[in-house]
């Protein structure tokens, strides 16, 4: 999901993106209830507002970001 999440970063200005190694940071993992890898989580206004678990390609990305 690297290089996939990094391209759509580079078309939205208005969104920004954190990559987040699982093994570094256990305690964002239990906070978030993340189970599986790859998983995206849209935080709007300090609350989670989507979830995606498992690869999508750039253009599902960009339409997750932007919802």
Request: no cysteine; aromatic share 8%; hydrophobic share 40%.
């Amino acid at each position: 999901m690297g290089p996939v999440v990094s391209n759509v970063a580079e078309q939205l200005d208005s969104v920004h993106f954190y990559k987040v190694d699982v093994d570094e940071a256990p305690e964002l993992v239990r906070q978030f209830g993340v189970q599986s890898i790859p998983t995206l989580i849209l935080i709007k206004d300090g609350e989670e507002a989507n979830r995606s678990v498992g690869f999508i390609p750039d253009d599902a990305v960009k339409e997750f970001a932007q919802s």
